[in-house]
């Protein structure tokens, strides 16, 4: 339940405090995909090696249809529309949408492979004091 909601408000996988974005206002597309390098929190790398994000394609192809079923079931099946109507209206959801599928696709792939640690932040906090990390 905890990590439901650290992906719903985009925390950090490993200490859910950290934010994943450096711009919380996915609207801004010119910051859409700006990630800090690290946690601020607990050090837990947000890009942990090149093309990693590359699965999230995945994550985001089962939003998008999982997008679609609700319009087909709330539009289609209860309304009644026109399927051409049902198509231009999943456009338009799908198109304003897309900054919390793009992201939300990045927050849940970053979950599937991170588990949380209640000592992340005091481990991550004691190797700064001493000077162990880079
Ligand atoms: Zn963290």
Known sequence: MR???????????KCYEGNM???INPFHVKQLHAMPE?????????????????????VSY??????????FFGFYIMLGVDPVVLLVIYG????????????YSRVVYLH??????????ET????????MNQ
């Open 3 to 13: 990590k439901l909601l650290a992906i719903v408000r985009m925390k950090c996988p």
């Open 21 to 23: 974005y450096k711009d």
């Open 38 to 58: 690290r946690c601020d929190k607990c050090g837990q790398p947000f890009n942990p090696e090149p093309g990693f994000y590359m699965g999230a394609m995945y």
């Open 62 to 71: 089962g939003l998008c249809v999982g997008l679609f079923i609700a319009c």
């Open 92 to 103: 338009l959801t799908l198109l304003a949408l897309f900054p919390f599928i793009f992201r």
């Open 112 to 121: 599937l492979f991170y588990d949380y640690d209640p000592h992340a932040i």
């Open 124 to 131: 991550y906090q004691k190797k700064e004091n001493t000077g």
